[in-house]
Nanobody
């Protein structure tokens, strides 16, 4: 059974960093493309970063230079870190996979998402 569970959300101060984790079961993140997405209040769902099955990372233009995505095959987890956060980074963050991960190509054969974790950035 495929399951994705995010954690690490909470309150972050402007200029700090957010660090999120996603535990995956049902397939191996070491060989499957994965993505992080977010939805800010009143805004549409947007991609944040993705990683190909062979480990290449792409970050969206809005956070390029502040974004790091990584994975731990032994723990079957993926991670997202965004540094120098602003209030614009306030959102619900979701990890997911599916047949279309944009610049990362195909991930898992079906779409799967976690329930998300909320990050609030304040001054």
């Amino acid at each position: 059974q495929v399951q994705l569970v995010e954690s690490g959300g909470g309150l972050v101060h402007v200029g700090g960093a957010l660090s999120l984790s996603c535990v995956v079961s049902g397939f191996s993140v070491s060989s499957t493309g994965m993505g992080w997405f977010r939805q800010a209040p009143g805004k549409t769902f947007e991609a944040v970063a993705c990683m190909t099955g062979d480990g290449h990372v792409y970050c969206e233009d809005s956070i390029r230079g502040r974004c790091m995505m990584s994975r731990d095959g032994a723990k079957n987890m993926v991670f997202l870190e965004i540094t120098k956060v602003t209030e614009e980074d306030t959102a619900g963050y979701f990890c997911g996979t599916g047949p279309d991960l944009g610049p990362c190509g195909a991930g898992y054969s079906k779409d799967y998402w976690g329930k998300g974790t909320v990050v609030s950035v304040s001054s």
